[in-house]
């Protein structure tokens, strides 16, 4: 299969005409985020099946050719765990392609267990060694090797040859049409836009906090993920986890207090203490019931816990009569909430849904059995 190697306008105008006749489109991208909010892009590679372009997006100033033939729906377009990859064309245009295939979420349907990584798919189906030395190189270094190039393409090379051998299996098994709400997901722009309301969700010690003092780690976490966002740098590199986290759990009073905490430069204090002793303030004064709060975890009574190991029974038979490990379709957390009542639960919808979902629902109102004769167990 020939390799392009794509830095200038012209061979990328050339290019984009031929892969915009194509049945569809094997993509991968390396990029660099070590020091910044948003991935900086350094190459991207295309496969349609015959040829392969790889793309100096630090080399082209106008990748609009190539950006008109990744967003034409009418194109599938194959990527091993597309939401990274997708984050950074949501960053470069505020839209992400559609017609969207992951041979990762595909491989969970096809028993090749939970979130399976590339090179362990390609050995699984194609039984080929994918040559691992580069993970760690740095691709915004300029010029790019020989054995980068080649690495870079193997990442679609192979890729192009899962999507066709997936795609039979899951039309064999009557399975895909089971995926278009995941990957509707991962094509939804609302799955990757900033969300600096929701991102004190992600805290890490969260647990440690309740009411008020949940508020002003919202508001806190707030105000990090809009200084990430204006000045292009990790959050952490604003305000460390550990520093939210005790500036909520013991809030200064005043600047004077602040400036006493640990983890905050006198700088950063200077441009920003004044917002930040105001957000505490505006979070103490929150009344109970506008407070944040976190999902509660109802212990399940000693009936419900039984209950619970029937479900997980059902479960593991359909993973075993359906060739996929049990993980994939829930966890024992998720059959809790079942129990105590949620039904927004991932297991209830798309593909878990026809396979577990919708035969726990039948069990819970009675409505199916569980039995167990001549050594098998039987769901009916």
Known sequence: MQVHFINNQESLKTICQQFAQSEFLALDTEFVRQTTYYPILALIQICDGQQIAIIDPLAIEDLSPLMAVLYNKNIPKV????????????????????????????????????QIGYAALVKQLLN??????????????????????????????????????????????????????DFQFLSSNSTYAPSPDTIWKKTKGINKLKKQKLAILKNLAALREELAIKQN?????????????????????????????????????????????????????????????????????????????????????????????????????????????RRDLAMLSGWRNELIGKHLLKFLAGNAQLTYKSGQLLFS
């Not at 984050?87 to 295939?101: G, H, K």
């Not at 090797?145 to 039979?168: C, F, G, M, S």
């Open 128 to 181: 080929i060694d994918l040559d691992k030395s580069q993970t760690r190189t740095d691709w915004l270094k300029r010029p790019l090797t020989k054995k980068q190039i080649d690495y870079a393409a193997d990442d679609v090379r192979y890729l192009a040859k899962l999507y066709p051998l997936q795609k039979e299996k899951l039309q064999a098994l009557g399975r895909l049409t089971w995926l278009e709400k």
């Open 233 to 341: 740098r990790p959050r952490r590199r604003i305000i460390a986890d550990d520093v939210l986290i005790e500036l909520s759990m013991n809030p200064p009073a005043n600047l004077n207090e602040l400036q006493d905490r640990k983890g905050l430069s006198h700088q950063f204090i200077q441009y920003h203490g004044a917002a930040i002793i105001s957000l505490i303030q505006t979070g103490l004064k929150t009344s109970d019931e506008d407070c944040p709060k976190l999902p509660v975890y109802e212990k399940l009574s000693q009936n419900e816990e039984a209950l619970a190991d029937c479900l997980m029974a059902i479960v593991h038979l359909s993973a075993h009569n359906n060739n996929i490990s049990p993980r994939c379709l829930c966890s024992k957390k998720e059959l809790d909430s079942l129990i105590k009542g």
């Open 79 to 114: 990527i091993h765990s597309a939401r990274q990859d997708m984050e950074i064309f949501y960053y470069l245009n505020q839209s992400v392609p559609e017609a969207l295939f992951d041979t990762q979420v595909s491989a969970a349907l096809l028993g090749s267990g939970e």
